[in-house]
């Protein structure tokens, strides 16, 4: 299983960026995704999660109403839409997938991860 994360880069105070993270190796549309990230010094947090058919998604507080979660599951890929980004969402951007949970994945429940794409917002 493979979970390729791009899409990161330097991006200016109120910019925005559009993260893709492209599967391999796993039947995409059994597994619910979620994208995490970690700044750094700070431990690892969700941001947001998807359901396994895309109707459902979760957002932390820190992102609602800014980021977007989507999947397409002809190409197995899940993406993140950060627009109205700001410096403190600078950080390495992790996504996951999780074969058990119906919608929001957690560190604990995530089977799978990619390897990380950095974001970093300049003010």
């Known amino acids: 299983v493979q979970l390729q994360a791009s899409g990161g880069g330097l991006v200016q105070a109120g910019g925005s960026l559009r993260l893709s993270c492209a599967s391999s190796?796993?039947?995409?549309?059994?597994?619910?995704m979620g994208w995490f990230r970690q700044a750094p010094g700070k431990e690892r947090e969700s941001v947001a999660s998807i359901s396994r058919s895309g109707t459902i998604t979760y957002y932390a507080d820190s992102v609602k109403g800014r980021f977007t979660i989507s999947r397409d599951n002809a190409k197995n890929t899940v993406y993140l839409q950060m627009d109205s980004l700001k410096p403190e969402d600078t950080a390495v951007y992790y996504c996951?997938?999780?074969?058990?949970?119906?919608?929001?994945?957690?560190?604990?429940?995530?089977?799978?991860w990619g390897q990380g794409t950095l974001v970093t917002v300049s003010s």
């Open positions: 190796g796993l039947t995409f549309s059994r597994y619910a």
């Open positions: 996951a997938a999780d074969g058990e949970t119906l919608l929001r994945v957690t560190m604990q429940s995530a089977g799978y």
